[in-house]
């Protein structure tokens, strides 16, 4: 009963939509990091709101074994990697809230 609780939770927060904008402070929703980039917690500034999704234009059938299938890209984010350099970044923005730094 504690993984259907879990699994009701999460795709609630899934469906929870933040408004965001250029400039804008944000971090994965807690359970919802699908990439190893940010980390929990690790702030990312929002360069891009996407007006049309993006999605991966991989042509194999494999492809649709991949949990990125059919991701809806829409927000270019930019982190800090390591080295303090500046990378961006698309992602599912549903997997994101807004955060004050």
């Not at 699994?7 to 971090?27: C, I, N, P, T, Y």
């Not at 007006?51 to 984010?77: I, N």
């Amino acid at each position: 009963m504690e993984q259907a609780r879990r699994l009701a939770e999460l795709a609630e927060a899934l469906d929870e939509l933040h408004s965001f904008r250029k400039g804008q402070f944000v971090r994965w929703k807690s359970g919802l990091r699908n990439k190893a980039v940010p980390a929990y917690n690790e702030i990312a500034i929002v360069r891009e709101v996407l007006a049309t999704p993006v999605f991966d234009t991989c042509e194999q059938a494999m492809c649709a074994g991949s949990p990125y299938f059919g991701e809806p890209l829409t927000l270019v984010l930019a982190i800090l990697d390591p080295d303090c350099d500046f990378l961006e970044f698309r992602y599912d923005g549903r997997r994101f809230e807004p955060v004050e730094p």
